[in-house]
């Protein structure tokens, strides 16, 4: 049987079913095209699913291409990073990974083209110079004493600045449009400029550099690409896309469609911003659970399936917007509830003795590892005399509304059995040290004979079998919804978005991997943490609380 697959369909899904329709292509070919400037942080993987989604249900190509015409800002080092992280998203690209420096020889040919036309110049303009001749949205601009040189001149002096006869920034080559165009784009872009650098890919084969609009749709129409989709800042230069493609001679003609970006509440999606956070040390690494980098996020226990899932949910549209944390935590919510399996941690522990069983006894309690999905399987956990709970799970008086240890009543043990808590003793701040209970042996699984309610339950682990562990806690790593927006966002930096707390786990988890998280029964979602967790010195990170208090503690 097959299922019939519904698949959310957007603006842009529409241009290719018209465009599939009216038979301007016959098949779809996009590219994701990051630089290498940087980890790919969630607003890339918005830009990879739609991408690579579209190539996938339209049985068409999707090709990874990097966009590296900058080497002084780029690394490879990065271009590993975004190709494990595209990988781990579940995605593939087609062929071999393309790289804009595959084609500097093709560009430097179109730069001759357009010199050729008269529709290129090499211009010594400062750049101060170039920036104060470009006029602004209100006043024209004005034409380069440069613009009118001749063909053969413009071909002598570019040959020049490839040869490395001029200095960084006393010469660059520039498209020969219009200064008084009301797009100031087209006000004779720069198309090359000299960097001596050396290039990740290329080396020091080359010291003028094209830039990034004269570079992309050629490197677009070199891979057949069909429709080169961005995000809403590039609408203007389509127009420089456009006029480039249309004066060069080239074969095929690839169209630019723009979408919005996704913009998270209490993150930064701009890879030169999340590097001052790396350099800053303000966290550990680009890949730290607080960040919204992919390789943060794995870090954290995101799984590939929630961040589609979440890519799913918000679109693609025009309309700016901004996405709440809330969106994204519900999607990890609802693929670990379903796959995680449960496990028991104390956070914040305290002591807790059972006076009627005997010190020596030691008794395995079978658990399922997930309370729906038998297939998950069971595990055997220790459970002994002496316990540890939750400091919070235990109060000298409550009303009737707590639902835990109170002094004097009884409550659950998860998968275990009916406690009363008979007294306690504290310490001489008055912090209470140790909890006396007393167990009902008749209550394994089962409740009480005599008809007793036992409402509450809690967790434990065995203080004799339990395994130390640290916690990471992670709240927002900005304390303003839109830090982007502040001058200095580091000074909206949340001191507590780390809390590290010193508890136990379970004796079973001595054997946990970094391949997925666990549900902490109570506690909330966690994964191992592969950085800084090793045998003996377990660190789980809290991927996700169990409940949404995201939007109660915003709402204001
Ligand atoms: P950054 O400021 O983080 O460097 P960028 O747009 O310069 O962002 P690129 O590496 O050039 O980063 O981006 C690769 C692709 O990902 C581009 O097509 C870009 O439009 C897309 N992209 C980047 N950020 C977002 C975002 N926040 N939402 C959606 N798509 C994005
Ligand atoms: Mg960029």
Not at 61 to 89: G, H, M, Q
Not at 182 to 190: L, T
Not at 213 to 231: G, Y
Not at 452 to 472: C, E, N
């Amino acid at each position: 049987m097959t299922e019939a697959v519904v698949r959310p369909t957007n603006f842009i899904r529409q241009i290719i079913d018209n465009d599939l329709a009216e038979g301007k292509y016959k098949t779809v070919h996009t590219r994701f095209p990051p630089e290498p400037n940087g980890y790919l942080h969630i607003g890339h993987a918005k830009s990879i699913c739609l991408n690579f989604g579209i190539a996938q249900d339209y049985q068409g190509k999707c090709n990874l291409r990097f966009d590296d015409t900058n080497p002084a800002k780029e690394d490879i080092e990065y271009v590993e990073s975004i190709k494990r992280d595209v990988e781990w998203l579940g995605f593939h690209w087609d062929g071999e990974v393309c790289y804009s420096s595959d084609y500097f020889d093709q560009l430097y040919q179109y730069a001759i083209e357009l010199i050729n036309k008269g529709l290129a110049y090499v211009d010594e303009l400062s750049a101060d110079e170039i920036r104060e001749y470009r006029g602004t949205l209100t006043q024209p601009g004005k034409n380069s004493p440069y613009r009118d040189r001749s063909v053969a001149e413009n071909l002598v002096l570019f040959t020049k600045m490839r040869d490395g006869e001029f200095g960084e920034g006393k010469a660059c080559l520039r498209a020969k449009i219009d200064m008084t165009s009301p797009f100031i784009v087209m006000r004779d872009p720069v198309l090359y400029r000299i960097k001596f650098a050396h290039h990740h890919q290329t080396g020091n084969k080359w010291c003028i550099y094209p830039m990034y609009d004269f570079t992309h749709c050629i490197s677009d129409a070199l891979e057949n690409i069909t429709h080169s989709l961005c995000t809403l800042e590039f609408q203007d230069n389509r127009r420089l896309y456009d006029w480039v493609l249309d004066n060069i001679t080239i074969a095929a003609r690839p169209h630019q469609y723009e979408f919005s970006r996704l913009n998270l509440a209490y993150a930064i999606t701009s890879k030169r911003k999340l590097n001052l956070l790396v350099t800053e040390k303000i966290v550990d690494g680009w890949d730290d659970p607080r960040m919204p980098t992919i390789s943060g996020l794995r870090r954290r226990g995101y799984t590939p399936a929630s961040l589609r899932d979440f890519c799913q949910r918000i679109g693609v549209t025009k309309q700016e917007n901004l996405v709440e944390m809330s969106t994204l935590e519900f999607c990890i919510r609802e693929d670990l509830n379903q796959n995680a399996p449960r496990a028991m941690a104390v956070i914040d522990p305290v002591r807790v003795v059972i006076e009627n069983m005997s010190e020596g006894l030691n008794e395995i309690l079978t658990m399922p590892n997930h309370p729906n999905r038998p297939e998950l399987g069971q595990r055997e956990v220790m459970f002994s005399r002496e316990l540890y709970i939750d400091r919070a799970d235990f109060r000298e008086e409550a009303n009737k509304n707590y639902k835990r240890l109170v002094l004097g009543k009884e409550v659950r043990l998860r998968n275990a059995y009916v406690i009363k808590a008979g007294r306690v003793e504290k310490d001489s701040q008055g912090e209470i040290k140790t909890i006396y209970c007393s167990y009902d042996a008749g209550t394994l699984n089962k409740n009480p004979e005599d008809g007793r309610k036992v409402k509450g339950v809690i967790h434990w682990v065995s203080t004799k079998f339990a395994l130390p562990a640290d916690f990471h806690l992670y709240d927002r790593l900005f304390n303003t919804p839109i830090p982007g927006s502040v001058d200095d966002f580091l000074s909206t930096i949340n001191a507590e978005s780390l809390v590290v707390k010193r508890g136990f786990v379970e004796a079973s988890l001595s054997s946990a991997d970094t391949s997925h998280a666990y549900q902490f029964e109570r506690e909330g979602y966690f994964c191992l943490d592969y950085k800084h967790s090793s045998k003996d010195h377990l660190v789980f990170n809290r991927t996700v609380g169990l409940r949404d208090t995201w939007s109660e503690t915003t709402a204001e």
